[in-house]
């Protein structure tokens, strides 16, 4: 099963990735399950909290961090990214790091369809980890 973690922050952008990536699952007949965090901050402690609960081969994170007037943007895209890496070599799960960093809005919205790529990525991690 393939566990797709997707923040809801930014949800015209992250819901489309979300839907390219089902579409790869469907079409590899996979089994996969969605939840929803509020943003890319909170997809860590959920990627944990559902490897230890749920047991997945795999997970997808999905988020769109888009640089802002602050710092804020580096702030949240360090702290994503380096606590899916923990998470996922702490619990030996591949985790795919599906969150865009764009600079403009326009960026995120030319890669919406990047979570078929992730969804590929995933099916391969899972059966590498299988044999």
């Not at 399950?33 to 609960?53: D, F, H, Y």
């Given at each position: 099963?393939?566990?797709?973690?997707?923040?809801?922050?930014?949800?015209?952008?992250?819901?489309?990735?979300?839907?390219?990536?089902?579409?790869?699952?469907?079409?590899?007949?996979?089994?996969?399950?969605?939840?929803?965090?509020p943003?890319?901050?909170?997809?860590?402690?959920a990627?944990q909290?559902m490897?230890?609960?749920?047991?997945?081969?795999?997970?997808?994170?999905?988020?769109?961090?888009?640089?802002?007037?602050?710092?804020?943007?580096?702030?949240?895209?360090?702290?994503?990214?380096?606590?899916?890496?923990?998470?996922?070599?702490?619990?030996?799960?591949?985790?795919?790091?599906?969150?865009?960093?764009c600079?403009?809005?326009?960026h995120?919205?030319?890669?919406t369809?990047?979570?078929?790529?992730y969804?590929?990525?995933?099916?391969?991690?899972?059966?590498?980890f299988?044999?």
């Amino acid at each position: 099963m393939i566990l797709i973690l997707t923040a809801h922050f930014r949800s015209d952008i992250t819901d489309k990735l979300e839907a390219s990536a089902v579409e790869v699952l469907k079409k590899a007949q996979e089994t996969y399950e969605i939840i929803r965090v509020p943003g890319a901050v909170e997809l860590p402690i959920a990627a944990q909290k559902m490897i230890r609960k749920k047991k997945p081969d795999a997970i997808i994170a999905l988020g769109c961090v888009l640089k802002g007037d602050t710092d804020h943007y580096e702030y949240v895209i360090d702290a994503c990214r380096d606590g899916l890496v923990r998470v996922s070599l702490d619990e030996s799960i591949p985790i795919v790091h599906g969150v865009l960093a764009c600079q403009e809005l326009r960026h995120a919205q030319e890669r919406t369809q990047n979570g078929a790529e992730y969804a590929q990525t995933a099916l391969h991690m899972k059966q590498l980890f299988s044999q």
